[in-house]
C-alpha cells in the first residue's frame, strides 16, 4: 500500500477521497455531460480495443489495485459534496526518482472557479508530504488552454515540449511538460495558491 493512501484532502469546500464504486452514476452522468468538453484531451489506445469497454465497477477496482501496488492515487473530487471531477496521481516511481505525475478533469459548469488549482495544489502537498515523493510533472497539450491556465495559476515550471508525447484520440500528440520539485515550495503549493490568490507575492 502507497503511504498516505487511502486519504482525503480537504480545503474549504474542495475535497479529495478515493475514487468509489458507489460514484457510478454520479461519474458517468458528468462525463455525459461534458463529451464535448473532455474528449479532446482523453487518451486512446492505438491498439484496437477488442471486446466490451470495462465497467466503471472495473474502471475502479483497476485504480485501487494501482493504489495497493504504489502506482496510482485515485481521487474523485468533490466541491461541497457533489462529484465535480478527477484526480489521479499516476507513474508513481521510487528509486533515486521519487517522481509522479498529476491528471486532471473538471466539469465545464465549474471551471474557471478555482477548484482544479485547488485540487492540484493538494494533490503536490500531500505528494511530497505524507506519500514521499520529491517530484510532479503535469502533461498538457499545448492547445489546451484551461489546462494550462491552471499550472500558469499555480507556478509549475515549463520544461519544455515532448513530441508524440501521448496517443489521443487517434493520434500521437505533443505535450509540455510542467513540474515541481519539493524545494521549489518549501511552504506548500497551497499556501502559495493561496497567496497568489489574495494577490501577495508571485506565483
Same mark, same amino acid.
Given at each position: 500500500m502507497t503511504a498516505g493512501w487511502p486519504a482525503q484532502l480537504v480545503d474549504g469546500?474542495?475535497?479529495?477521497?478515493?475514487? /468509489? /464504486?458507489r460514484d457510478a452514476d454520479a461519474w458517468m452522468t458528468l462525463r455525459a455531460r461534458n463529451v464535448g468538453w473532455l474528449e479532446p484531451w482523453d487518451a486512446t489506445s492505438p491498439e484496437p480495443v477488442r471486446g466490451p469497454r470495462p465497467t466503471f465497477g472495473q474502471f475502479v477496482r483497476a485504480l485501487s489495485a494501482q493504489a495497493r501496488e504504489g502506482? =496510482?492515487?485515485?481521487? =474523485?473530487?468533490d466541491r461541497g459534496g457533489e462529484l465535480v471531477g478527477q484526480l489521479?496521481?499516476?507513474?508513481i516511481q521510487w528509486g533515486s526518482l521519487r517522481s509522479a505525475a498529476i491528471g486532471y478533469w473538471v466539469s465545464q459548469h465549474v471551471a474557471g472557479q478555482g477548484i482544479t488549482p485547488t485540487a492540484v495544489a &493538494? =494533490?503536490?502537498d500531500h505528494c511530497f508530504g505524507a506519500v514521499g515523493?520529491?517530484?510532479? !510533472?503535469v502533461n498538457i497539450r499545448p492547445e489546451n488552454a484551461p489546462s494550462l491556465r491552471?499550472? !500558469?495559476?499555480?507556478?509549475?515550471?515549463? !520544461?519544455? &515540449?515532448? !513530441?508524440r508525447y501521448l496517443h489521443i484520440q487517434g493520434r500521437w500528440c505533443d505535450h509540455r511538460t510542467f513540474a515541481l520539485t519539493a524545494e521549489d515550495v518549501p511552504d506548500g503549493l497551497l499556501a502559495r495558491w493561496h497567496r497568489r490568490q489574495r494577490g501577495i507575492g508571485s506565483p
Open positions: 469546500d474542495v475535497r479529495l477521497r478515493p475514487l /468509489r /464504486r502506482s =496510482a492515487l485515485p481521487f =474523485a473530487v489521479t496521481v499516476s507513474s &493538494l =494533490a503536490t515523493l520529491h517530484r510532479v !510533472e491552471v499550472v !500558469e495559476k499555480l507556478g509549475f515550471r515549463d !520544461e519544455g &515540449l515532448r !513530441e
